[in-house]
């Protein structure tokens, strides 16, 4: 389990041992780390919750509503080592703007790629319909032999 949670990051802490993101042992809360606090004998992740899910089914937030569950690798009074708490990476965040995007010819694609150049956007999510991942993309700068420089995209 990810130990490398800080404050800002977007977290889903489970209730149980099982981590089941639907159906009816589905039972999380999704949420803003906000601090890490002591409470009752250890440290534990102070999260602002943004989304219930209890039973498998969407429940609804409190105004203010914060939980406080253990750190991952605190020991339990029962032998076991808590882990309930992952961080959400960006992929759920790319999957709620996914757009689709289609391209006549390869000068088309081409200039498309190009234009994530002058952002900060290098990384490109591919549905998993289409083989789930990433594609980091990247620029190097290349002379061709008649001393004229063109920019290669690295896709990896």
């Known amino acids: 389990m990810d130990n490398d949670i800080s404050i800002n990051d977007t977290v889903r802490s489970f209730d149980f041992d099982r981590h089941d993101l639907e159906g009816g042992a589905a039972c999380f809360v999704e949420g ?24 498998g089914e969407e429940k609804e937030v409190e105004d203010g509503e914060r ?29 709620e703007t996914l757009e689709t995007f289609q391209f006549a010819t390869a000068a088309d694609l081409r200039d498309w790629l190009n234009a ?9 999510y ?5 083989g789930s991942g990433y594609l980091t993309l990247a620029w190097e ?6 001393g004229s420089k063109v920019n290669n995209i690295i896709v990896s």
């Open 116 to 124: 994530f150049k002058t952002t900060d956007l290098s990384t490109v």
């Open 141 to 146: 700068e290349e002379t061709l032999t008649d």
């Open 126 to 130: 591919i549905s998993p319909d289409q």
């Open 67 to 95: 939980v406080l569950p253990p750190l991952n690798s605190t020991p339990t009074t029962m032998g076991r080592i808590c882990n309930g708490v992952e961080k959400i990476l960006e992929e759920r965040k790319m999957k």
């Open 32 to 55: 803003i780390v906000t601090a890490f606090t002591q409470h009752e004998g250890c440290t534990r992740y102070d999260i602002q919750v943004t989304r219930r899910v209890f039973g």
